[in-house]
């Protein structure tokens, strides 16, 4: 069974990014039941990979191309302001962040405690270079999580490298080369929230 919240980020996704149109189109193409996924509840796997499949037929995209555009919008839309500032707390740099990764499967429960995150362990393979391993399940994952680095790398203005090395037994593979750790001037971030 999928997460409400992940098929409702992939509903506001494509909604938010190509129109409502388009998101009619898929409702329609994937035959689903309702026109709106409820955060809160979960969906047979099936509906979702009806949505993915009809949406890369309008788009003309592949599935990995899809799945890293909805990784970047989870974390670079207005709309997702509460992700990014999670994703944030792992540290002052893009470093900090990628050593961050292993404890975001608990860092989500904390916010939702019924969506179970792929494990993720990074490992440094020689100063500036790491490969990172996660569950390939669900499926794709991985290509949302290479979207998440680009756009966190950009947050934090760090050039990276990023490459989606396939899979590896029962996981996904990327390889991270962090070129640059302060490449650019990253996006302003405020450990405090503030009011009003």
Known sequence: MMHGLINRSLQCFLRDTYGAALWGDVVAAADLPVAEFEAMLTYEDALTFRVLDAAEARLAKSRATLLEDLGTYLVSHPHNEGLRRLLRFAGVGYEDFLHSLDELPDRTRLAVS????????????SG?????????????????????????????GALVMLDHAGHHQQEEVIEVTLVESAFAEGRAFDLGARAG
């Open 114 to 125: 019924d969506l179970d995150l792929p494990q993720m362990e990074l490992r440094q393979l």
């Open 128 to 156: 500036n270079r790491y490969r990172i391993t996660c569950s390939a399940h669900p499926p794709g994952f991985a290509h949302v999580l290479v979207g998440i680095l680009r756009a966190m790398a950009d947050d934090y």
